[in-house]
């Protein structure tokens, strides 16, 4: 009995000894992992027409790429107008983001920014557009209901005159 109490002994020893080294090795990885640097996505490269009209939609092409290759959100903002966070998308893959231009003609800014999924930010990217009224359409049955829109009161009041 007394021999395989000391084998006992020895395998409760080792076992001990055996977790102890893995909670120390796990203690140490995780310690490593968070001592890395979260990088911030690089500054977003962005695509918006220079004219766009008021009352349509406008597309605006956005990518960026995260050096910890993370995924990443995109916040868009128009004159202090912030649209909030949307994502997360791809890194290094090109986004869409379809916006309704309903505020006054004029000229604005627009600012871009991307957000990796571990929360580190990128330095704003900064693009000018025109906000333009809709061309006028011009017809012959256009020209003859604006001439008798009186006629018409229902057409008056969608034609707005």
């Known amino acids: ?68 290759n993370d995924n990443v959100y995109y916040k868009y903002e128009i004159d202090g107008h912030d649209y909030g966070w949307v994502g997360p998308f791809q890194s290094g893959e090109e986004h869409i983001e379809k ?13 871009v920014q991307a957000k990796d999924t571990n929360g580190a930010e990128s330095d704003w990217s900064y693009s000018l557009f025109n906000v333009i009224k809709p061309r006028s359409v011009s017809s012959p049955l256009i020209n003859l209901l604006l001439h008798y829109s009186n006629l018409f009161p229902m057409i008056k009041y969608l034609l707005r005159l």
Not at 8 to 34: G, N, P
Not at 48 to 60: S, T
Not at 100 to 111: D, K, N, R, S
């Open 99 to 111: 916006i309704m231009v309903i505020i006054p003609i004029g000229t604005y800014t627009l600012g």
């Open 1 to 68: 009995m007394v021999k395989g109490g000391k084998n006992m002994k020895k395998k409760l020893f080792s076992l001990v000894v055996c977790t102890l080294l893995i909670t120390i090795l796990i203690s140490f990885s995780a310690t490593a992992k968070r001592c890395e640097q979260n990088l911030p996505p690089d500054v977003p490269n962005v695509e918006i027409p220079e004219n766009v009209v008021r009352g349509h939609w406008i597309f605006i092409k956005t990518i960026t790429t995260d050096p910890d």
